[in-house]
T-cell receptor
Framework: GENVEQHPSTLSVQEGDSAVIKCTYS??????FPWYKQELGKGPQLIID?????GEKKDQRIAVTLNKTAKHFSLHITETQPEDSAVYFC?????????????FGQGTTLQVKP | ETGVTQSPTHLIKTRGQQVTLRCSSQSGHNTVSWYQQALGQGPQFIFQ???????GRGNFPPRFSGLQFPNYSSELNVNALELDDSALYLC?????????????FGEGSWLTVV
């Protein structure tokens, strides 16, 4: 079945620096790749997503890139702020089975030091 | 705010008991999925409901069951609770069941089984 690997598991940066989180997926049929931010005690919050017909998408300080050939996608956060500290999850879904179910990575704990 | 609301937020049950968790989907969304998130892990897909029918199921035993109502709200029922069922249960809604539909999560219901 589909598998999503996420790295690193923890990431610590200084405020103002950039942070990059990388994910690889196993099923080449996957066509939708969202990123979620989860703060302590809360549900996952969608921060950005990308579909397989697009290579890059940007929303203010957040960008996602997708390399379909290599089957990996990355989250880039620029000018990090302390409020960016959270657990970030990548996910993938594919049309097989007609459920759109998300397969999640293991998560990255991002700490932004003031 | 995603518009996905879940209740209760926290509950404690005894092993062997049964539990019902409830979810109201975002306005206009006809598809509801349920995920289980163990501590320190990414969410795992339990099942999805579309127009009151189960539309796909993950690797969970039959004691996990659900319902969707005509207003697209949903329930997750778990019978014969086991200690390993202790987790955050997340409801997610989307405007359709196919891969590529944006999926929004609620804040979750924390279940502790003792």
């Amino acid at each position: 079945g589909e598998n999503v690997e996420q790295h690193p598991s923890t990431l610590s940066v200084q405020e103002g620096d950039s942070a990059v989180i990388k994910c690889t997926y196993s099923d080449s049929a996957s066509n939708y790749f969202p990123w979620y931010k989860q703060e302590l005690g809360k549900g996952p919050q969608l921060i950005i997503d990308i579909r397989s017909n697009v290579g890059e998408k940007k929303d203010q300080r957040i960008a996602v890139t997708l390399n379909k050939t290599a089957k990996h996608f990355s989250l880039h956060i620029t000018e990090t702020q302390p409020e960016d500290s959270a657990v970030y999850f990548c996910a993938a879904s594919h049309p097989v089975g007609n459920t759109g179910k998300l397969i999640f990575g293991q998560g990255t704990t991002l700490q932004v030091k003031p | 705010e995603t518009g996905v609301t879940q209740s209760p937020t926290h509950l404690i049950k005894t092993r062997g008991q049964q539990v019902t968790l409830r979810c109201s989907s975002q306005s206009g969304h006809n598809t509801v999925s349920w995920y289980q998130q163990a501590l320190g892990q990414g969410p795992q897909f339990i099942f999805q409901y579309y127009r009151e029918e189960e539309n796909g199921r993950g690797n969970f035993p039959p004691r996990f069951s659900g319902l969707q109502f005509p207003n697209y709200s949903s329930e997750l029922n778990v019978n014969a609770l086991e200690l390993d069922d202790s987790a955050l249960y997340l409801c997610a809604s989307s405007p359709g069941f196919m891969s590529g539909n944006t999926i929004y999560f609620g804040e979750g219901s924390w279940l502790t089984v003792v």
